[in-house]
């Protein structure tokens, strides 16, 4: 028997809901809003760089007349002139290291951190075990190798003083991971079982030296709270787009050089060496990274730029070997005012172009890993 056809539905259409263009995927708007490299911080981490080779080399004067004008005014004010200039580098490289982890390329798991201060560490201790050898071979050492390499493990940096800057590096970086992977659902125990270490470290060891009846090193895997300021506002700034244009840029380059001349009276009539905690060194390093921002790198220039920025960390490392190499038989406290100007300009331009070199080197043979 044939069925009757259903009786046809007396309610209205069910509509269908018109797609929203904006809840639709869009792979290009997408790829717009992932944000690209970005050639002004290669700039400016390449200018930290230079910076603190210029520090660098202004020590080597203010050293050859022991910290005092009186025993000869050129070198001192030509190696004060120097250091204040450099003052922003190391607060910026916070800076770049906190827009990195918060901003720019955050940590999407701890492997990928952990790779990260690998790249770090090793070429650390390479490096601090270069200079260790290289000391003894300058009969430079104060103390036995031995000892300078137990201290250099806990923190201690001698003789390779301007490696305290990584002691440093390395437990802000992590600790800002740490809460970039909390705040992605990741329990990244193993990281905080590190920065508990390094929270506990000094204790530990001061309770070891007292069980033993002996002195131990000092720990100086730690942070201030002025490198966490500098890299979370370091964050905020490199995520802003300021107001652009030469006029406004040149009201920050008013400022840092106001702030810069305000660091050399401070070094000069106050004391030296200024903290890094200043209000002096605060402005200085904000009003160069307003500076440089967002500012428009051309397109011939990209390239060499980007993968001499990449050798930045090779010739930090050593570039102290190189300053104190060159300096040593030319930097005296008898110098001119002329000589000595020159003879900062030089031995900073011929120890920028000699550590970017060799880095450079040793990166086109593979070593990066090993000597950064």
């Known amino acids: 028997m044939p069925t009757q056809p259903a009786a046809a539905s007396t309610s209205p259409p069910k509509r269908t809901a018109a797609p929203d263009p904006a809840a639709a995927p869009d792979p290009a708007a997408a790829a717009a809003r992932r944000p690209g490299h970005r050639y002004d911080v290669d700039l400016i981490r390449l200018l930290c760089a230079c910076g603190v080779i210029l520090g660098h080399t202004g020590s080597e004067f203010i050293d050859a007349v022991g910290r005092q004008e009186a025993n000869g005014a050129a070198a001192y004010w030509a190696g004060m002139t120097a250091d204040a200039i450099s003052r922003f580098a190391v607060p910026m490289y916070f800076a770049i290291a906190g827009w990195a982890v918060l901003v720019g390329a ?16 090793v070429p650390m201790a390479v490096w601090t075990v270069i200079y260790l050898l290289w000391g003894r071979l300058q009969e430079t050492n104060e103390d036995p190798l031995r000892d300078l390499a137990v201290d250099a493990a806990f923190g201690t940096v001698r003789p390779a003083y301007h490696l305290w800057y990584l002691y440093a590096y390395v437990p802000a970086v992590l600790l800002l ?22 929270a506990l470290g000094p204790g530990l060891l001061a309770d070891a030296g007292r069980i033993a009846d002996s002195g131990t090193p000092s720990f100086g895997w730690g942070f201030g709270v002025y490198s ?34 305000g660091v050399l009276l401070y070094q000069t009539q106050v004391k030296y060496v200024i903290p890094n905690a200043h209000v002096l060194v605060a402005v200085f390093t904000g009003a160069v990274l307003l500076t440089l921002t967002r500012v428009r790198v051309p397109e011939r220039w990209r390239s060499p730029l980007k993968r001499v920025a990449g050798a930045a960390f090779g010739a930090y490392l050593v570039h102290l070997m190189v300053i104190r190499t060159l300096a040593e038989p030319l930097v005296s406290a008898d110098l001119g005012r002329a000589e000595a100007v020159l003879l900062t300009a030089g ?12 880095a450079l080197l040793w990166q086109r043979l593979g070593l990066r890993r090993l000597l950064g």
């Open 177 to 198: 991971g740490f809460v970039v992977l909390l705040r992605a659902g990741r329990r990244p125990w193993w990281l905080g079982g590190v920065l508990l270490g390094f």
């Open 347 to 358: 031995i900073w331009a011929a120890s920028v172009v000699l550590s970017f070199g060799v």
């Open 228 to 261: 966490l300021v500098y890299a979370a506002g370091g964050a905020l700034l490199f995520s802003l787009r300021p107001r652009s244009g030469r006029g406004i840029r040149a009201l920050w380059l008013g400022a840092a050089t106001a702030a810069m001349l």
């Open 106 to 121: 955050p940590p999407r798991d701890g492997r990928r951190l952990a790779q990260r201060m690998v790249r770090i560490v």
